[in-house]
Protein backbone atom coordinates (compact mmCIF):
# COMPACT_ATOMS: atom_id res chain seq x y z
CA UNK A 1 0.00 0.00 0.00
CA UNK A 2 1.07 3.64 -0.49
CA UNK A 3 2.43 5.39 2.56
CA UNK A 4 0.48 8.26 3.87
CA UNK A 5 3.64 10.34 3.29
CA UNK A 6 3.82 9.21 -0.33
CA UNK A 7 0.34 9.92 -1.24
CA UNK A 8 0.46 13.67 -0.13
CA UNK A 9 3.66 14.31 -2.03
CA UNK A 10 1.96 13.34 -4.97
CA UNK A 11 -1.26 14.53 -4.20
CA UNK A 12 0.74 17.92 -3.82
CA UNK A 13 2.59 17.68 -6.50
CA UNK A 14 -0.07 17.94 -8.90
CA UNK A 15 -1.73 20.43 -6.56
CA UNK A 16 0.79 22.45 -7.00
CA UNK A 17 1.04 21.98 -11.02
CA UNK A 18 -2.36 23.06 -11.52
CA UNK A 19 -1.82 26.16 -9.13
CA UNK A 20 1.15 27.17 -11.08
CA UNK A 21 -0.70 27.20 -14.27
CA UNK A 22 -3.53 29.36 -12.65
CA UNK A 23 -1.71 31.89 -11.35
CA UNK A 24 1.39 34.03 -9.50
CA UNK A 25 -0.73 35.68 -7.46
CA UNK A 26 -1.06 34.26 -3.88
CA UNK A 27 -3.24 35.69 -1.06
CA UNK A 28 -2.86 34.45 2.36
CA UNK A 29 -6.03 34.60 4.74
CA UNK A 30 -5.95 33.31 8.66
CA UNK A 31 -8.33 32.89 11.10
CA UNK A 32 -8.43 30.64 14.44
CA UNK A 33 -9.73 30.42 17.89
CA UNK A 34 -8.46 29.65 21.22
CA UNK A 35 -10.90 28.91 24.08
CA UNK A 36 -9.84 28.03 27.75
CA UNK A 37 -12.95 25.93 28.99
CA UNK A 38 -13.53 24.63 32.63
CA UNK A 39 -16.02 21.46 33.25
CA UNK A 40 -17.18 21.32 37.00
CA UNK A 41 -18.86 18.19 37.44
CA UNK A 42 -21.23 17.20 40.51
CA UNK A 43 -20.74 13.72 41.52
CA UNK A 44 -18.47 10.31 40.65
CA UNK A 45 -14.90 11.50 40.92
CA UNK A 46 -14.09 8.86 37.98
CA UNK A 47 -10.21 7.92 37.26
CA UNK A 48 -9.91 11.60 36.43
CA UNK A 49 -11.58 13.98 38.81
CA UNK A 50 -14.35 15.81 39.07
CA UNK A 51 -12.31 19.12 37.10
CA UNK A 52 -11.20 19.43 33.59
CA UNK A 53 -9.73 21.90 32.54
CA UNK A 54 -8.33 22.82 28.78
CA UNK A 55 -7.21 25.19 26.60
CA UNK A 56 -7.85 24.94 23.24
CA UNK A 57 -6.06 26.61 20.45
CA UNK A 58 -7.02 26.29 15.94
CA UNK A 59 -5.47 28.36 13.85
CA UNK A 60 -6.68 28.15 9.89
CA UNK A 61 -4.68 29.02 6.96
CA UNK A 62 -5.72 28.98 3.36
CA UNK A 63 -3.18 30.29 0.45
CA UNK A 64 -5.91 31.63 -2.40
CA UNK A 65 -3.89 31.35 -5.76
CA UNK A 66 -7.08 32.28 -7.83
CA UNK A 67 -10.73 32.00 -7.21
CA UNK A 68 -10.48 28.33 -8.33
CA UNK A 69 -7.58 27.23 -6.45
CA UNK A 70 -6.95 26.93 -2.84
CA UNK A 71 -4.21 25.15 -0.21
CA UNK A 72 -5.71 25.11 3.33
CA UNK A 73 -4.58 23.54 6.37
CA UNK A 74 -6.30 23.56 10.54
CA UNK A 75 -3.84 23.08 13.10
CA UNK A 76 -5.23 22.16 16.83
CA UNK A 77 -3.16 22.71 19.85
CA UNK A 78 -4.92 21.30 22.96
CA UNK A 79 -3.23 21.78 26.95
CA UNK A 80 -5.24 20.23 29.43
CA UNK A 81 -4.78 18.94 33.06
CA UNK A 82 -5.91 15.56 32.13
CA UNK A 83 -2.78 13.11 30.97
CA UNK A 84 -3.16 12.41 27.61
CA UNK A 85 -4.91 15.36 26.52
CA UNK A 86 -2.19 17.59 25.64
CA UNK A 87 -1.23 17.46 22.00
CA UNK A 88 -0.87 18.93 18.77
CA UNK A 89 -3.29 17.49 15.83
CA UNK A 90 -2.73 18.94 12.01
CA UNK A 91 -6.42 18.36 11.14
CA UNK A 92 -6.40 19.18 7.79
CA UNK A 93 -3.84 19.73 4.98
CA UNK A 94 -6.04 19.62 1.21
CA UNK A 95 -5.45 21.16 -1.95
CA UNK A 96 -9.11 22.33 -3.57
CA UNK A 97 -9.76 23.01 -7.12
CA UNK A 98 -13.23 24.65 -8.33
CA UNK A 99 -14.01 24.40 -12.29
CA UNK A 100 -17.03 24.93 -13.88
CA UNK A 101 -19.24 22.08 -12.84
CA UNK A 102 -17.20 20.43 -10.55
CA UNK A 103 -14.46 20.55 -7.96
CA UNK A 104 -12.00 18.67 -6.21
CA UNK A 105 -10.02 18.48 -2.78
CA UNK A 106 -6.99 16.11 -2.04
CA UNK A 107 -5.30 15.86 1.18
CA UNK A 108 -6.32 15.71 4.94
CA UNK A 109 -9.50 17.15 5.02
CA UNK A 110 -12.39 16.79 7.79
CA UNK A 111 -15.39 14.94 6.16
CA UNK A 112 -19.07 14.41 7.32
CA UNK A 113 -20.59 11.38 5.27
CA UNK A 114 -23.71 13.14 5.69
CA UNK A 115 -25.74 16.58 4.76
CA UNK A 116 -28.41 16.73 6.77
CA UNK A 117 -29.67 19.41 8.75
CA UNK A 118 -30.18 17.31 11.93
CA UNK A 119 -28.49 14.28 12.94
CA UNK A 120 -28.42 11.57 10.64
CA UNK A 121 -27.42 7.93 10.65
CA UNK A 122 -25.06 9.26 7.86
CA UNK A 123 -22.79 10.97 10.81
CA UNK A 124 -22.05 7.48 12.43
CA UNK A 125 -18.86 6.98 10.69
CA UNK A 126 -17.58 11.05 11.43
CA UNK A 127 -13.98 10.39 13.40
CA UNK A 128 -13.27 12.12 16.50
CA UNK A 129 -11.30 12.06 19.79
CA UNK A 130 -13.75 10.61 21.94
CA UNK A 131 -12.44 12.26 25.41
CA UNK A 132 -15.59 13.28 25.63
CA UNK A 133 -19.21 11.50 24.13
CA UNK A 134 -21.34 14.64 23.98
CA UNK A 135 -19.24 17.63 23.41
CA UNK A 136 -16.70 17.21 20.08
CA UNK A 137 -16.35 20.34 19.52
CA UNK A 138 -12.83 20.94 17.64
CA UNK A 139 -12.64 16.89 18.37
CA UNK A 140 -13.24 15.94 14.59
CA UNK A 141 -10.37 14.36 13.14
CA UNK A 142 -9.36 14.89 9.25
CA UNK A 143 -9.02 11.77 7.00
CA UNK A 144 -6.46 11.29 4.29
CA UNK A 145 -8.86 11.00 1.42
CA UNK A 146 -10.10 12.60 -2.51
CA UNK A 147 -13.51 14.25 -2.52
CA UNK A 148 -15.31 15.81 -4.90
CA UNK A 149 -18.71 17.18 -6.41
CA UNK A 150 -19.63 16.92 -10.60
CA UNK A 151 -22.78 18.79 -11.45
CA UNK A 152 -24.30 17.67 -14.29
CA UNK A 153 -27.81 19.21 -15.75
CA UNK A 154 -30.41 19.34 -12.39
CA UNK A 155 -27.62 16.76 -10.98
CA UNK A 156 -25.43 17.23 -8.03
CA UNK A 157 -22.77 13.73 -7.79
CA UNK A 158 -20.67 14.07 -4.52
CA UNK A 159 -17.77 11.44 -4.18
CA UNK A 160 -15.63 10.39 -1.32
CA UNK A 161 -12.78 8.14 -0.82
CA UNK A 162 -10.54 7.93 1.95
CA UNK A 163 -8.19 4.88 1.62
CA UNK A 164 -6.39 5.09 5.29
CA UNK A 165 -7.87 3.95 8.20
CA UNK A 166 -7.75 6.06 10.86
CA UNK A 167 -10.57 5.16 13.75
CA UNK A 168 -11.72 7.71 16.59
CA UNK A 169 -9.17 7.88 19.25
CA UNK A 170 -10.86 6.56 22.31
CA UNK A 171 -9.48 7.16 25.82
CA UNK A 172 -9.96 4.16 27.55
CA UNK A 173 -7.80 5.36 30.77
CA UNK A 174 -8.45 9.16 30.82
CA UNK A 175 -11.73 9.81 30.55
CA UNK A 176 -15.07 9.75 32.41
CA UNK A 177 -16.97 8.09 29.88
CA UNK A 178 -15.23 4.73 29.88
CA UNK A 179 -14.69 2.89 33.03
CA UNK A 180 -12.04 -0.49 32.55
CA UNK A 181 -12.74 -2.84 34.76
CA UNK A 182 -10.73 -3.42 38.01
CA UNK A 183 -11.67 -7.29 39.03
CA UNK A 184 -13.24 -10.27 37.92
CA UNK A 185 -16.20 -12.02 39.34
CA UNK A 186 -16.19 -15.21 40.98
CA UNK A 187 -18.62 -18.19 41.74
CA UNK A 188 -16.50 -18.53 44.90
CA UNK A 189 -17.92 -16.84 48.00
CA UNK A 190 -14.64 -16.97 50.17
CA UNK A 191 -12.92 -15.06 47.38
CA UNK A 192 -15.75 -13.19 45.05
CA UNK A 193 -13.61 -11.36 42.76
CA UNK A 194 -9.78 -11.44 41.37
CA UNK A 195 -8.14 -8.11 40.47
CA UNK A 196 -7.61 -7.35 37.23
CA UNK A 197 -4.78 -5.07 35.79
CA UNK A 198 -5.40 -3.30 32.45
CA UNK A 199 -1.97 -3.73 30.30
CA UNK A 200 -3.00 -2.24 26.77
CA UNK A 201 -4.94 -2.22 23.65
CA UNK A 202 -4.74 -4.48 19.95
CA UNK A 203 -5.92 -2.97 17.26
CA UNK A 204 -7.83 -5.44 14.99
CA UNK A 205 -8.96 -4.61 11.51
CA UNK A 206 -11.50 -6.93 10.50
CA UNK A 207 -12.40 -4.62 7.33
CA UNK A 208 -9.17 -3.44 5.52
CA UNK A 209 -11.01 -1.97 2.57
CA UNK A 210 -10.85 2.01 1.65
CA UNK A 211 -13.78 4.29 2.94
CA UNK A 212 -16.22 5.23 0.30
CA UNK A 213 -19.37 7.97 0.17
CA UNK A 214 -21.47 8.76 -2.47
CA UNK A 215 -24.53 10.67 -2.62
CA UNK A 216 -26.74 11.49 -5.62
CA UNK A 217 -28.88 14.71 -5.26
CA UNK A 218 -31.64 16.51 -7.31
CA UNK A 219 -34.00 18.58 -7.19
CA UNK A 220 -37.95 17.45 -7.97
CA UNK A 221 -39.95 20.48 -8.19
CA UNK A 222 -40.39 21.82 -4.74
CA UNK A 223 -38.55 19.03 -2.64
CA UNK A 224 -34.61 18.52 -2.32
CA UNK A 225 -33.70 14.98 -2.44
CA UNK A 226 -30.53 13.18 -2.03
CA UNK A 227 -29.47 9.13 -2.18
CA UNK A 228 -26.50 8.37 0.36
CA UNK A 229 -24.26 5.45 0.27
CA UNK A 230 -21.54 4.58 2.72
CA UNK A 231 -19.04 1.64 2.92
CA UNK A 232 -16.24 1.56 5.10
CA UNK A 233 -15.15 0.70 8.63
CA UNK A 234 -17.37 1.49 11.65
CA UNK A 235 -14.95 3.99 13.99
CA UNK A 236 -16.42 2.90 16.51
CA UNK A 237 -14.82 -0.53 17.23
CA UNK A 238 -16.64 -3.23 19.19
CA UNK A 239 -14.38 -4.20 22.49
CA UNK A 240 -13.14 -7.70 23.44
CA UNK A 241 -11.37 -8.37 27.41
CA UNK A 242 -8.28 -10.72 26.57
CA UNK A 243 -7.09 -12.08 29.73
CA UNK A 244 -3.26 -12.95 30.30
CA UNK A 245 -3.79 -15.98 32.69
CA UNK A 246 -0.11 -17.37 33.86
CA UNK A 247 -0.39 -17.73 37.12
CA UNK A 248 -1.87 -20.99 39.38
CA UNK A 249 -2.75 -19.04 42.24
CA UNK A 250 -6.03 -17.75 41.71
CA UNK A 251 -5.44 -14.62 44.30
CA UNK A 252 -2.36 -13.29 41.79
CA UNK A 253 -3.56 -10.11 39.86
CA UNK A 254 -4.70 -11.03 36.43
CA UNK A 255 -3.66 -9.29 33.60
CA UNK A 256 -6.10 -8.30 30.15
CA UNK A 257 -5.83 -6.22 27.41
CA UNK A 258 -8.74 -5.19 25.17
CA UNK A 259 -9.32 -5.90 22.04
CA UNK A 260 -10.72 -3.31 19.22
CA UNK A 261 -12.26 -5.02 16.54
CA UNK A 262 -13.09 -2.44 13.88
CA UNK A 263 -15.35 -3.82 10.93
CA UNK A 264 -17.51 -2.55 8.23
CA UNK A 265 -20.38 -0.63 8.12
CA UNK A 266 -22.77 -0.20 5.10
CA UNK A 267 -25.68 2.82 5.10
CA UNK A 268 -28.00 3.55 2.17
CA UNK A 269 -29.95 6.33 2.91
CA UNK A 270 -32.56 8.55 0.87
CA UNK A 271 -33.25 11.81 2.03
CA UNK A 272 -35.70 14.56 1.56
CA UNK A 273 -36.10 18.66 1.77
CA UNK A 274 -38.64 21.46 0.94
CA UNK A 275 -39.91 24.91 2.25
CA UNK A 276 -43.52 24.83 3.76
CA UNK A 277 -44.72 28.61 4.33
CA UNK A 278 -41.28 29.77 5.88
CA UNK A 279 -40.33 26.03 8.11
CA UNK A 280 -37.56 24.03 6.06
CA UNK A 281 -38.66 20.59 6.22
CA UNK A 282 -36.32 17.58 6.01
CA UNK A 283 -36.27 14.01 6.82
CA UNK A 284 -34.36 10.55 6.04
CA UNK A 285 -34.87 6.83 5.79
CA UNK A 286 -32.22 4.57 6.02
CA UNK A 287 -31.17 0.70 6.00
CA UNK A 288 -27.58 -0.05 7.88
CA UNK A 289 -25.94 -2.63 8.17
CA UNK A 290 -23.12 -3.83 10.84
CA UNK A 291 -21.64 -6.13 12.92
CA UNK A 292 -21.53 -6.55 16.78
CA UNK A 293 -20.56 -8.83 19.17
CA UNK A 294 -22.18 -12.10 19.57
CA UNK A 295 -22.45 -15.03 21.68
CA UNK A 296 -19.13 -16.20 22.25
CA UNK A 297 -17.43 -12.94 21.68
CA UNK A 298 -17.88 -13.52 18.39
CA UNK A 299 -18.92 -10.75 15.29
CA UNK A 300 -22.40 -11.13 13.78
CA UNK A 301 -24.05 -9.16 11.16
CA UNK A 302 -26.92 -7.38 12.06
CA UNK A 303 -29.24 -4.64 10.29
CA UNK A 304 -31.15 -1.75 11.79
CA UNK A 305 -33.37 0.95 10.27
CA UNK A 306 -33.55 4.56 10.92
CA UNK A 307 -36.31 6.86 9.96
CA UNK A 308 -36.19 10.86 10.58
CA UNK A 309 -38.21 13.91 10.55
CA UNK A 310 -37.64 17.65 11.69
CA UNK A 311 -38.18 21.07 10.82
CA UNK A 312 -36.20 24.49 11.17
CA UNK A 313 -37.33 28.07 11.38
CA UNK A 314 -35.70 31.51 12.18
CA UNK A 315 -38.33 33.87 13.42
CA UNK A 316 -37.14 37.84 13.15
CA UNK A 317 -38.54 41.23 15.15
CA UNK A 318 -38.34 44.66 14.24
CA UNK A 319 -35.40 45.26 15.83
CA UNK A 320 -32.81 43.66 13.90
CA UNK A 321 -30.70 42.39 16.57
CA UNK A 322 -33.24 40.09 18.40
CA UNK A 323 -33.92 36.23 16.75
CA UNK A 324 -34.72 33.36 17.33
CA UNK A 325 -34.04 29.85 15.56
CA UNK A 326 -35.95 26.96 16.53
CA UNK A 327 -35.00 22.72 15.13
CA UNK A 328 -36.97 19.93 15.98
CA UNK A 329 -36.26 16.51 14.92
CA UNK A 330 -37.86 12.84 15.60
CA UNK A 331 -35.99 9.58 15.24
CA UNK A 332 -36.98 6.30 15.39
CA UNK A 333 -34.52 3.40 14.79
CA UNK A 334 -35.00 -0.33 15.27
CA UNK A 335 -33.63 -3.57 14.28
CA UNK A 336 -35.17 -7.30 13.53
CA UNK A 337 -32.92 -9.35 15.19
CA UNK A 338 -34.27 -8.49 18.31
CA UNK A 339 -30.89 -6.92 19.40
CA UNK A 340 -31.05 -5.24 22.63
CA UNK A 341 -28.39 -2.39 22.65
CA UNK A 342 -25.70 -2.17 25.43
CA UNK A 343 -26.58 1.33 27.57
CA UNK A 344 -23.15 2.54 26.09
CA UNK A 345 -23.51 1.75 22.51
CA UNK A 346 -22.42 4.96 20.74
CA UNK A 347 -24.38 3.71 17.65
CA UNK A 348 -27.71 3.54 19.17
CA UNK A 349 -27.92 6.39 21.51
CA UNK A 350 -31.27 7.57 19.57
CA UNK A 351 -33.74 4.95 19.20
CA UNK A 352 -37.28 6.89 19.88
CA UNK A 353 -36.37 10.00 20.57
CA UNK A 354 -36.96 13.92 20.14
CA UNK A 355 -34.25 16.57 19.59
CA UNK A 356 -34.83 20.06 19.88
CA UNK A 357 -32.07 22.99 19.67
CA UNK A 358 -33.46 26.38 20.64
CA UNK A 359 -32.05 29.56 20.35
CA UNK A 360 -32.85 33.09 21.13
CA UNK A 361 -30.64 36.24 20.56
CA UNK A 362 -31.83 39.42 22.69
CA UNK A 363 -29.20 41.49 21.08
CA UNK A 364 -25.90 41.21 19.21
CA UNK A 365 -23.97 40.66 22.69
CA UNK A 366 -26.52 38.21 24.80
CA UNK A 367 -27.90 35.08 23.41
CA UNK A 368 -29.32 32.36 25.51
CA UNK A 369 -29.84 28.67 23.88
CA UNK A 370 -31.55 25.26 25.23
CA UNK A 371 -30.25 22.18 23.53
CA UNK A 372 -32.58 18.82 24.56
CA UNK A 373 -33.03 15.34 23.95
CA UNK A 374 -36.02 13.17 25.24
CA UNK A 375 -35.15 9.43 24.82
CA UNK A 376 -38.56 7.59 25.11
CA UNK A 377 -36.79 3.88 24.71
CA UNK A 378 -35.56 3.32 28.18
CA UNK A 379 -35.83 6.76 28.94
CA UNK A 380 -33.34 9.12 29.44
CA UNK A 381 -32.98 13.00 29.16
CA UNK A 382 -30.51 15.42 28.23
CA UNK A 383 -30.93 19.37 28.92
CA UNK A 384 -28.44 21.97 28.21
CA UNK A 385 -29.25 25.48 28.80
CA UNK A 386 -26.64 27.76 28.16
CA UNK A 387 -26.21 31.68 27.94
CA UNK A 388 -23.08 33.53 25.83
CA UNK A 389 -22.04 37.37 26.30
CA UNK A 390 -19.88 38.80 23.72
CA UNK A 391 -17.32 41.04 25.15
CA UNK A 392 -16.16 42.86 22.18
CA UNK A 393 -15.21 41.63 18.49
CA UNK A 394 -13.03 39.00 19.34
CA UNK A 395 -13.93 37.91 23.17
CA UNK A 396 -17.23 36.06 23.80
CA UNK A 397 -18.00 34.24 27.12
CA UNK A 398 -20.18 31.41 27.94
CA UNK A 399 -21.55 29.18 30.44
CA UNK A 400 -24.12 26.27 30.46
CA UNK A 401 -25.24 23.45 32.79
CA UNK A 402 -25.39 20.16 31.26
CA UNK A 403 -27.76 17.83 32.60
CA UNK A 404 -28.38 13.87 31.99
CA UNK A 405 -30.79 11.67 33.55
CA UNK A 406 -33.03 8.51 32.56
CA UNK A 407 -32.95 4.75 33.15
CA UNK A 408 -29.49 3.15 34.30
CA UNK A 409 -30.12 0.89 31.14
CA UNK A 410 -29.71 4.08 28.79
CA UNK A 411 -27.22 6.02 27.67
CA UNK A 412 -28.44 9.12 29.40
CA UNK A 413 -29.22 7.33 32.86
CA UNK A 414 -26.27 5.23 32.11
CA UNK A 415 -24.52 8.21 32.57
CA UNK A 416 -25.92 10.31 34.60
CA UNK A 417 -22.82 11.15 37.32
CA UNK A 418 -21.16 13.30 33.95
CA UNK A 419 -23.67 16.04 34.76
CA UNK A 420 -21.79 19.33 34.95
CA UNK A 421 -21.40 22.99 35.08
CA UNK A 422 -19.52 24.67 31.82
CA UNK A 423 -17.52 27.60 31.63
CA UNK A 424 -15.12 29.21 28.87
CA UNK A 425 -13.93 32.21 27.18
CA UNK A 426 -13.67 31.82 23.65
CA UNK A 427 -11.09 34.42 21.55
CA UNK A 428 -11.26 35.24 17.60
CA UNK A 429 -9.18 36.23 15.47
Known amino acids: MVSKITYTVLLWSIGLLLVGQQSSSLKLKGSGINELESLVHFSGEKPIGYNINEWKSSFDLKAIFSPKSTLHSNALMNISNIEGRRFFSLRELNYQYRGRDYNIKIGKQIIDWGSLTGWSIMDLPNNFKYFDFIDTYLEEQGLWAISGSLYYNDFEVNLKISPFFSPSHLYLQTSRWIELPTEL ?18 EIKEFKGPQLGISISK ?27 DSTDVMDTIDYQVDLIYSDITTLSFQFATFISDWNVWG ?24 SAGTD ?31 DDLNHIFNNAILADVGY ?3 YNWSFNLRAALEFDRFGMYLYPNVSRRLNNQFKFLAGLEILRGSSDGFFG ?9 VAIRHYY
Open 414 to 422: FYNENSRLR
Open 185 to 202: PTQDVTFPSIPLKYSGIN
Open 361 to 363: RHN
Open 313 to 343: KVFEFEDPEQQIKLLLQYIYSFNTAGITYDA
Open 219 to 245: DLGQWSTAINLFHGYNDIPNKSLILKI
Open 284 to 307: EMAYTRSKRMGEGDLLESYPFYTF
